[in-house]
């Protein structure tokens, strides 16, 4: 790889041994990807941070890390295994609530801002069109490169820490114009709407690339949608395709920047829809839990759940999973009484599918094509996918 002078100082040493070792790693990475250069990143998310996780070697490499290293750039993290605050009422052991603080205070000491989300776009770590960036979680990944037109790849846990202490990342992947050109066209020929729904693209699409060996979709036909649909078909597309880079017509910023795909077309109908969304229910669910907020929850759906739930009350374990900030705001708004009043909880800094809470539940509800996944492989729960009137429905049914 071709260094400036500051990265081959930084490589011998000449920094400390945090930003050497991040060194070590950004090049090594660049040289297994062809990566001709580094390039400046302006922004930073970094995942793998649950302390189930990481583990002791995970933290001891922290702990390393953080004796001498101090971020560069603006940076923040993926939702951790607990809420730093309601963690007791959401049934966390004491034990861990000790091992991941101690996580996000080694993260702490290296200047990272401990806010933990999905959806750091949404609470300040924004950046804008064309600019490059290191973030780590898939869905944020996804929204980053595709609705704001940002460039990053997936970063692991250590890469997107590196890129923190240097302020670089090796240049390959969407960072690069000639990889950011879509490969199938999906015309979408029915209605859809609600994050609910673009989950259920999500997975039909991703599925559908997975089949083709393919990445980049173009899609049209949707003629509106909003942050939380995107959100959600971000998070979906991801899980199920893999998919890191989007471009839906007259919606994201890069959609007519590339010649459209004419090759392989692929139609949506509403039948492929309703199958899909079937593949999303489990036979002979018995739902003891229900979670909205996955990616991590908007002010704006956090009203409209205090909007559902205002003057009821809930049967279920009922989580709103959200960041921090957003919860803070839902205070001022007096949001967080009426969900709170009504029974249902707040799982800030974490979620459904980073909290340890394998087996915990027989079923699971929620608004999220990505949680039915991960409730299904991870926690071992069976699920259903529903609109989030429907969910609330449930809770309280
Ligand atoms: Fe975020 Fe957890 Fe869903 S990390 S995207 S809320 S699985």
């Not at 804008?128 to 790849?153: D, K, M």
């Not at 699409?205 to 995107?230: C, F, R």
Request: with cysteine.
């Amino acid at each position: 790889m071709r260094l400036e002078q500051i990265e081959k100082d930084m490589l011998e040493g000449k920094h400390g041994k945090s930003v050497q070792k991040s060194m070590e790693i950004l090049t090594t990475l660049g040289e297994i990807f062809g990566a001709e250069c580094m390039v400046d990143v302006h922004s930073i998310q970094i995942a793998g941070v649950s302390y189930a996780n990481l583990g002791e070697a995970g933290l001891e490499f922290l702990n390393e890390m953080a004796e001498d290293g101090k971020v560069r750039v603006l940076t923040t993290l993926n939702p951790a295994g607990m809420d730093r605050e309601n963690w007791r009422a959401l049934g966390i052991n004491e034990e861990f609530f000790r091992n991941q603080n101690r996580a996000i205070d080694a993260f702490g000491k290296m200047g990272i801002i401990t806010t933990c989300s999905c959806t750091p776009y949404l609470i300040g770590n924004a950046p804008h069109y064309g600019q490059h960036i290191a973030w780590a979680e898939s869905s944020a990944v996804c929204y980053s490169n595709s609705v704001i037109g940002a460039r990053t790849n997936r970063e692991g846990g250590p890469s997107a820490l590196a890129a923190a202490l240097t302020g670089k990342t090796p240049k390959y992947g969407y960072h690069l114009e000639e990889n950011r050109h879509s490969q199938v066209l999906f015309k979408v020929n029915a209605s859809v709407k609600g994050t609910d729904e673009f989950g259920v693209l999500g997975k039909l699409i991703g599925d559908k690339l997975v089949e083709l060996g393919k990445k980049i979709p173009y899609i049209a036909g949707i003629p509106s949608a909003t942050v939380e649909e995107l959100k959600s078909f971000c998070a979906s597309v991801a899980t199920y395709g893999g998919t890191a880079l989007f471009h839906m017509e007259g919606i994201t910023p890069e959609y007519n920047k590339y010649t459209k795909p004419s090759e392989i077309v692929i139609e949506i109908n509403q039948d492929d829809l309703d199958r899909t969304r079937a593949e999303l229910i489990d036979d002979d669910i018995e739902i003891d839990f229900v979670s909205l907020g996955c990616p991590h929850a908007s002010i704006h759906e956090i009203a409209k759940i205090a909007k559902l739930l205002e003057g009821k009350k809930v049967k279920k374990e009922f989580w709103i999973t959200t960041a921090r900030p957003t919860k803070r705001i839902a205070d001022e708004a007096g949001y967080s009484k009426i969900i709170e009043d009504a029974g249902a909880k707040f799982a800030a800094d974490t979620c459904c599918v980073v909290a340890p809470i394998k087996g915990r539940f027989k079923g699971i509800m929620v608004d999220s094509a990505k949680a039915c996944y991960y409730g299904r492989a991870k926690n071992k729960f069976k699920v259903k996918i529903g609109s989030m009137e429907q969910c609330v429905e449930e809770a309280i049914k």
